[in-house]
């Protein structure tokens, strides 16, 4: 009987957990990583994770409106350049901050180093 519970709880450990991909593309390299991670975690949030788990760089400030990823893999937002940090989900620009999307299973958690939209018409 404690076996069958001890599934039990192993089962539910493992429904509590997403798998997903994190890319990052700093306009000279692409490193992709497969990851797992609980359920409900934040795409900044298994970012930041991610990167002291693999010990590259990752930074960042906190604002009112989230958090604003500022540099990654040693390439920092160059606000003369035009060239920002840009977070995509599945292919597309997310329509939310990284730190309010949460991330579901088989994601595929991207940033792209890049040139900035123009605003203008």
Known sequence: MVQGENVGQTEQNQDARIEATVAIDTGEARYEYRVEAPK???AFKLTKELSREKGFSF???ESEMGAFVTEIH????DSQAETYWMFKVNGKLSE??????????????EWEYQE???MEN
């Open 116 to 118: 900035s939209p123009s």
């Open 96 to 109: 939310v901050g990284a730190s309010s999307y949460i991330v579901a299973n088989d994601d595929v958690v």
């Open 59 to 61: 930074g960042f400030e």
């Open 40 to 42: 409900e975690i934040d």
């Open 74 to 77: 040693g390439m920092e937002n």
